[in-house]
């Protein structure tokens, strides 16, 4: 059921009761079960993507979501490519390049379904000089960082997991080309969803007074 804001109630429990909490439990998961997500749990994670802040409410971003094993299997095989060249150029060892090429490709094979954030500019403000349109870029691509966040929290908040990958970055014309996109987007991250077949290790967190670096 949707309410007037445009989001359907929740329809798995909740994992927190207030906002703190859910901030504190989100973790990154590598490891998911062989089980599938519901169509209206995807929808209910896109839709809160889809009230980030945006530079002038313009939502410069579009998403791609994939669940059938073939298409991640060839998109994983397709970045893969370029992600060994950049391995091999840094001058690891092909025994290690190897072993985390095939660690990556299992992460996309295993999850339940990939959510490929893109960027998408051609409704921005324009500017007669190259500085500010530089700039309305550079707000676009924070706006699509608040998306992404807005995707793994609520993710959680219905009982999933995700874990937010960098690849598509380095090669966005790769993914475009694998999976028939428009040329017009510009894939920035690749968001596996499911439900974690365990607990992570989780990172600890630098202290406030090492973050705060002035307050008057």
Known sequence: MATQSG???ATLPVRADNLASLLRGRRSVRKYQARPVAREYIEQIIEAARWAPSPHGR???RFVILTRLEVKA????????TWQQNLEMDGQDAEIVNIR???????????????????????LD???????QADETTMAIQSLGAAIQNILL????????TGW????LFCPEVVCEALSLDPRLIPHA????????????????????TLIVRFD
């Open 154 to 161: 609520m993710a959680y908040d219905l009982g999933l997991d």
């Open 126 to 132: 324009r500017y007669p000089d190259e500085k500010r």
């Open 74 to 81: 060839s998109l994983a095989e397709q970045m893969g490519s």
């Open 59 to 61: 939502q410069p971003w």
């Open 7 to 9: 989001f359907r109630q």
């Open 165 to 168: 990958m960098c690849a598509p």
């Open 101 to 123: 090429l095939e660690k990556s490709r299992q992460r996309i094979y295993n999850a339940p379904v990939i959510i490929i954030p893109c960027l998408y500019l051609e409704d």
């Open 190 to 209: 690749l968001i596996t969803l499911g439900y974690a077949a365990g607990d992570p290790q989780r990172r600890d967190r630098l202290p406030l007074s």
